[in-house]
């Protein structure tokens, strides 16, 4: 255990939080809400003909994009992956999901310019939704010239146990920790974005809504990873597997489930860099797939609802 902890703590200064992933059913109105009212760029904009090997998109086979969005190039931001499957209408959300916080007054200015739902939970701090019903929360500071994303929230159903998994097993740091609000925040380091840890009662419901968290780390470190978790009996997913991205390069991904099931994905960081590079041609490659997307009219014409997810 005391050598699992130690290697994990010497292997974590090399990785990093890269972004969540979000199913989403309505691109036209996910791109209103990531591009109009938080006010992120659309950093590039993938298209697939059929599911993806390590399941990015869900456990479905049909066509599907993603669409990365953030605050600035993917080296230095958590940023956010919109998945979205042409042949599914809706999914159900969980409990699992419990928001992202970043800081931004714009975005406060922009939510109440478009009307969108907003409420004050704290003294400075919005609560607004996501298509889909993602929990956003918008700290009504001006943008910080590092990442205005601080943290991602995730509830779990036993803190103590999440925490060996986290800190122990993957080697994060506990940057805070709260026996009483049943709450600890944790990171890979100080200028990154930080996954906090709720505690809730009763079990986590991923709904079919459910997205995965992705860090990077040097290539050489995923069999490492990968093996640690086996020798451990914690869930792999996804065994070590390379996935393809059209015109772009290969990427080398493991897939593993912490103890309440939520997805985590660790990439090896050289070939990440590469494919993650910020694509000038992202917000009309969007735009164009949103104009030629006749999924819905498809579904409409033989009078059969979309599916749910």
């Not at 809400?33 to 390590?54: P, Q, S, T, V, W």
């Not at 740091?173 to 009483?180: A, I, L, M, R, S």
């Amino acid at each position: 255990m005391a050598e699992a902890a130690a290697a994990a703590a010497a292997a974590a200064a090399s990785r990093r939080a890269l972004h969540f992933v979000f199913k989403v059913a309505n691109r036209f109105q996910t791109a209103r809400f990531y591009r109009d009212l938080l006010g992120m760029k659309i950093l590039r904009h993938e298209e697939f003909e059929e599911g993806c090997k390590a399941s990015c998109n869900g456990p479905y086979d049909g066509k599907w994009s993603k669409t990365m969005v953030g605050y600035g190039s993917e080296d230095n931001h958590f940023v956010a992956e919109l998945t979205y499957n042409y042949g599914i209408g809706d999914y159900r959300l969980g409990n699992d999901f419990l928001g992202l916080t970043l800081v931004s007054s714009q975005a406060v200015t922009n939510a109440k310019k478009l009307e969108w739902p907003l409420h004050e939970v704290a003294e400075g701090v919005f609560e607004t939704e996501a298509p889909g019903g993602y929990k956003f929360y918008l700290k009504n500071h001006s943008q910080p010239p590092s990442d205005p994303v601080l943290k991602v929230t995730l509830a779990v159903s036993d803190l103590c146990t999440s925490l060996h998994y986290w800190s122990d097993l993957l080697g994060m740091t506990v940057y805070e920790k709260d026996g009483e609000q049943q709450r600890a925040v944790l990171g890979y380091a100080d200028s990154q974005c930080k996954l906090e840890l709720q505690g809730i009662k009763g079990t986590v419901d991923h709904g079919t809504a459910f997205g995965r968290i992705a860090f990077s780390c040097p290539k050489k470190e995923l069999p490492d990873i990968e093996a640690l978790m086996k020798k451990e009996n914690q869930k792999i997913l996804t065994p070590l597997v390379s996935l393809d991205t059209p015109g772009k390069a290969t990427v080398q991904v493991v897939i593993l489930a912490d103890p309440d099931g939520h997805e985590i994905c660790f990439v090896g960081d050289e070939a990440f860099r590469e494919l993650s590079k910020m694509d000038p041609n992202g917000n009309k490659l969007l735009d164009d797939a949103m104009a030629a997307d006749k999924s819905d009219e498809w579904f409409a014409k033989h009078k059969i609802q979309k599916p749910s997810g």
